[in-house]
């Protein structure tokens, strides 16, 4: 392995505990009671994220591989839940929780992709 190559790896490794942390904390606040909210929350916060900013720099110079690298892989791919989000439609469902786990799918399925489509837009805008 090259040092380079070393050095993103280390990066992308610090990021994703950046985003791991983060998530570990919104959860934490967010999540009461029968329904996991804080999953929720951090799949909105980063399909939100990802889409702006990918569109934001798509516009311009943007920033480097490294810097997109450290930041969409790193931190918000230790930030998103979605195999958490997973896991828990499961438990949900097989505990026979069906409502829950319909509105669970519903929302991470359907609202974060709305998300995504908004982070879009606040990009290509903030950009032009």
Not at 64 to 72: E, K, N, Q, T, V
Not at 81 to 108: C, D, I, K, R
């Amino acid at each position: 392995m090259e040092t380079e190559e070393l050095k993103l790896i280390l990066l992308i490794a610090f990021g994703g505990a950046i985003g791991s942390v983060g998530r570990y904390m919104v959860q934490g606040v967010l999540t009461k009671g029968d329904f996991p909210w804080g999953t929720f929350a951090v799949n909105l916060i980063g399909s939100f994220l990802i889409a702006m900013l990918f569109f934001l720099w798509s516009q311009g110079d943007g920033v480097g591989s490294i810097a997109r690298a450290f930041l969409f892989i790193g931190v918000l791919g230790g930030f998103t839940t979605m195999s958490s989000f997973s896991l828990e439609t499961v438990n949900l469902a097989t505990g026979g929780q069906w409502p829950w786990a319909m509105a669970n799918m519903f929302l991470n399925g359907g609202v974060c992709v709305l998300g995504a489509f908004l982070g879009r837009a606040a990009g290509l805008l903030v950009g032009s």
